[in-house]
């Protein structure tokens, strides 16, 4: 997979991911939370930095979609610019 692929491939697994898995009482949902971060982290450290950048852009975009605002601090990545 060229690394363009793993950019979107990323965004898609963000886009997917459980951003409150670590608060659920089901094992499941939460290994599988922790096992979908991982993978997102994982492909993330073999990208430039711009490339970082811009997951981490996307990052917060979901966030902001997906929590409730006074919650977000908890869960956006400080000093990303969208």
Do not use: F
Request: with cysteine; proline share 1%; hydrophobic share 30%.
């Amino acid at each position: 997979m060229n690394i363009n692929n793993t950019v979107q491939h990323t965004k898609e697994l963000i886009t997917a991911h459980d951003l409150t898995h670590g608060y659920s009482d089901d094992n499941g949902t939460y290994t599988r939370g922790v096992e979908s971060y991982t993978i997102i982290t994982d492909l993330m450290n073999e990208m430039t930095e711009d490339q970082k950048v811009e997951c981490r852009v996307h990052w917060n975009d979901e966030v902001r979609k997906k929590i409730a605002p006074k919650m977000q601090d908890l869960w956006l990545i400080q000093g990303v610019q969208s």
